[in-house]
């Protein structure tokens, strides 16, 4: 059974159900912190960047899902546009309803667009389960990432 989800940009007001969804998670719980202030700080600097969106999923007025989408321009492929999709979080009690696949759909509609050839993201080693979801919606795990904190 698909739940009706509604994707739009986030408000300022929902930056706390976006954190609750992102410290819901077996990675988040360690790395995301306690103070809202930085969260906010975030959200208001996000909305003066073009192309970076931070956008829910909603069920009437819950926030159920979230991720962060910003568009990069570039000159590799042919100078092709391209999407980073980042924080992709669905409350667990709604996976498996297909509210992940509509959110992947959301992105990728998004990213056309803003006239974007290619969708991409990373995600965690351990995330298997992320890994399968992945795949079977047709992405490829083409490259491999490396970060560095700084």
């Not at 809202?36 to 899902?65: C, F, H, R, S, T």
């Not at 391209?82 to 959110?103: F, N, Y």
Request: glycine content about 10%.
């Amino acid at each position: 059974m698909t739940a009706a989800v509604a994707f739009r940009e986030a408000r300022r007001n929902e930056v706390p159900a976006v954190l609750a969804l992102l410290r819901d998670d077996m990675l988040g719980q360690a790395r995301e912190g306690d103070e809202l202030g930085p969260y906010l700080a975030a959200w208001e600097a996000m909305q003066k960047e073009p192309g970076n969106q931070l956008i829910v999923g909603v069920i009437g007025d819950e926030v159920v899902a979230c991720y962060q989408i910003t568009v990069i321009s570039g000159l590799s492929l042919s100078a092709a546009r391209r999407a980073q999709i980042e924080g992709v979080r669905v409350r667990p009690d709604l996976r498996g309803r297909r509210v992940g696949e509509a959110l992947i759909r959301d992105a990728e509609a998004r990213a056309r667009a803003a006239g974007c050839g290619l969708l991409q993201f990373t995600t965690n080693r351990s995330r298997a389960d992320a890994h399968r979801f992945y795949d079977r919606l047709g992405f490829t795990p083409s490259h491999i990432g490396y970060k560095k904190p700084l």
